[in-house]
Structure formats: structure tokens, C-alpha cells
């Protein structure tokens, strides 16, 4: 088990920045990867940044340059830096963790944070 805890939300105007962290704990030796997704109203939850543990990142084509995604493994705490937000980036932000469940053949359990609320106003 995997319990992870997102902070960092809230309200920002357009054009500012927010940093979201996610801190998870259990059995962390057995995350893969580490991420962040968002949905908003409506919509379906979408892949905003991952980060492996060899600090391989991977992000969506429309967030790329304005988000980074960086990870503690001392702390164990992966982080997503916003940078330039729109109002469009407005969402519910969860943090995700991708755990091995097994090797042969290779299997993935996801665990999600409870998700916080990023607001940007026009």
C-alpha cells in the first residue's frame, strides 16, 4: 500500500505560479513512477507530468515549458512547479503513484492522492 498526500493548491491569477507537492509513504520501494494528473469539470482526468525513478520526466505537449515536475527521494516527496497559469489550467490536480505488482509478466498497480483544488482566475 501506497498513501499519498497533496498540498500546494489554491487560488492565482492568471499569469502567476503555484507548487504542488505530494508526499507519499508505505511501501514507496515499490513506486515505479510518480505523477500528476488533473481533471476539470466535466472532463476526463489527464495526464499533466510523470517522473521515474531515474528522474526520466514526461509531460503533456500543451505543458511543456510552463510545468516541471521534480522529485525528493530523501523526502519522498515528488513536486509540480506552475509556472505562467491560465485559466484553462484550472482543475483538480491529483498525484499519482504507479506501483510493480508483478514481474513476470509485468504488472501495475496506481494509487491517487485525495487531489487539490487549482483555481487561476482571468
Known amino acids: 500500500q501506497v498513501q499519498l498526500v497533496e498540498s500546494g493548491g489554491g487560488l492565482v491569477q492568471a499569469g502567476g505560479s503555484l507548487r504542488l507537492s505530494c508526499a507519499a509513504s508505505?511501501?514507496?520501494?515499490?513506486?515505479?513512477?510518480m505523477g500528476w494528473y488533473r481533471q476539470a469539470p466535466g472532463k476526463q482526468r489527464d495526464l499533466v507530468a510523470v517522473i521515474t525513478r531515474g528522474d526520466s520526466t514526461n509531460y503533456a505537449d500543451s505543458l511543456k515549458g510552463r510545468f516541471t515536475i521534480s522529485r525528493d527521494n530523501a523526502e519522498n516527496t515528488v513536486y509540480l512547479q506552475m509556472n505562467s497559469l491560465k485559466p484553462e489550467d484550472t482543475a483538480v490536480y491529483y498525484c499519482?503513484?504507479?506501483?510493480?505488482?508483478?514481474?513476470?509478466?509485468?504488472?501495475?498497480?496506481?494509487?491517487w492522492g485525495q487531489g487539490t483544488q487549482v483555481t487561476v482566475s482571468s
Open positions: 508505505g511501501n514507496i520501494f515499490s513506486i515505479y513512477t
Open positions: 499519482n503513484a504507479r506501483v510493480i505488482v508483478a514481474t513476470t509478466p509485468l504488472r501495475f498497480s496506481d494509487y
